[in-house]
């Protein structure tokens, strides 16, 4: 097994790298190579079968890795949680990665294997047809709390800013509307009272229902299995919480459409997000204080039961939950699937291309993979009619 581990940050970065064909050992040479010398990029690329690209904002430094893996004829796998980077590079390079047999596939971590794969995997434990699943999102921290590097507070202060760009990349693509089948799930409010967890809720802002979007369109199209309805939701604690995370919100989206407001925004990360991310990143002592649940809600009809006809007559609820999600979940889902596209090569997408996870490796041994390394996949109530 021959990989690549692509650690960048805003200046280039540095590759650890065993030969082509070599095995992986406890010696690795190291690469240096910078995001900005293509010509660095293309020697990386051209040495190895696999390169995980940790380079970030990726909207600013990710597409120079995809477009020397492609043209180099190395897999790419990225953590990025940035959708317009992520349909942005289908675009581009889908056609182009098809061509020359590579496989691209972003949302590598914890956005948003837990949500993607977590959508499949329950819909792999409904006896019946899954038509519509809810996630609800629970980190939970020690005395000390959490936070998050600012690299993720840039990403998103770039991302809500440009909004309208990612409507008109769309356009451009032209996906293939997903249908719905069986009752249409019910949207949320914006902040709602979860009576499941008896905490107060609210969208979840990440990647998630997008991502799980484009590996449902891809399932139904490609490979005629019936899509599920997604929505993602994180519960946030009581009314205090809900009034703090308001005020915070407010204040983001006004600042983020106006040039110095988002100079602000980036200057002063940990002050605008109430201390939640911060430009050193959590301490050792948060992370190991730290885990996430990521609980699913799904609902369809039994086996038999046409998804066409009536309201859904049977429930499963599942879990899936982890360690710190940035720092530990993530970078336990980005190598696992990394070996699942490596190891489980038969069970990929016939031809190359750029990919969703779902997409990518619904048929792969990836969740057990993630369940032997800690990031547990698991059924909390069977299926009920």
């Known amino acids: ?152 507070w840039k990403s998103a202060v770039y991302g809500l800013s440009d909004q309208d760009n990612l409507k008109k990349l769309r356009k451009q693509i032209g996906y293939t509307p997903v249908p719905v089948v069986g009752a249409k799930l019910k949207r949320r409010g914006l902040v709602f009272y979860s009576q499941e967890f008896k905490e107060y809720s609210i969208p979840f802002m990440g990647s998630d229902v997008s991502v799980v979007k484009r590996s449902q369109r891809y399932l139904h199209t490609q490979l005629q299995e019936t899509p599920v309805q997604y929505a993602a939701y994180a519960n946030v604690g009581g009314f205090g919480s809900v009034m703090k995370l308001m005020f915070a919100g407010i204040l983001f989206l006004l600042l983020v459409k106006f040039s110095l407001g988002r100079k602000l925004l980036i200057k002063y990360p940990e002050f605008f997000s109430a201390g939640r991310f911060t430009k050193k990143g959590p301490t050792q002592k948060q992370m190991d204080e730290t885990s996430f649940t990521m609980t699913f809600f799904g609902e369809g009809y039994s086996e038999g039961q046409d998804p066409q006809k009536g309201n859904p007559n049977v429930k499963i609820c599942t879990q899936v939950k982890g360690p710190e999600p940035g720092y530990i979940a993530t970078p336990i889902a980005m190598v696992q699937a990394a070996v699942a596209l490596l190891e489980d090569a038969a069970c990929l997408p016939a031809q190359g291309g750029v990919y969703s996870p779902g997409a990518a490796f619904s048929k792969t041994k990836l969740i057990d993979r993630l369940n032997k390394r800690g990031v547990e996949f698991s059924v909390i109530t069977k299926p009920e009619v």
């Open 1 to 152: 097994m021959a990989f690549l581990s692509f650690v960048a940050g805003e200046m280039g970065g540095k590759v650890i790298s065993p030969p082509r064909r070599a095995a992986l050992g406890a010696e690795v040479g190291v690469l240096l190579c910078d995001v900005g010398d293509a010509g660095s990029l293309a020697a990386m690329a051209r040495q190895t079968r696999l390169v995980l690209n940790c380079v970030g904002p990726y909207r600013f430094f990710g597409e120079p890795v995809v477009k020397a893996c492609v043209e180099n004829g190395a897999s790419c796998i990225d953590i990025s949680g940035e959708p317009q980077f992520l349909e942005g590079m289908y675009l581009k390079y889908n056609e182009k990665a098809a061509e020359k047999g590579v496989y691209v596939i972003g949302s590598c971590g914890f956005d948003s294997i837990p949500a993607d794969m977590g959508v499949l995997y329950t819909r792999d434990k409904l006896k019946g047809t899954l038509t519509a699943v809810e996630s609800f999102l629970t980190v939970k921290s020690g005395p000390e709390g959490s936070c998050i590097h600012d690299g993720t």
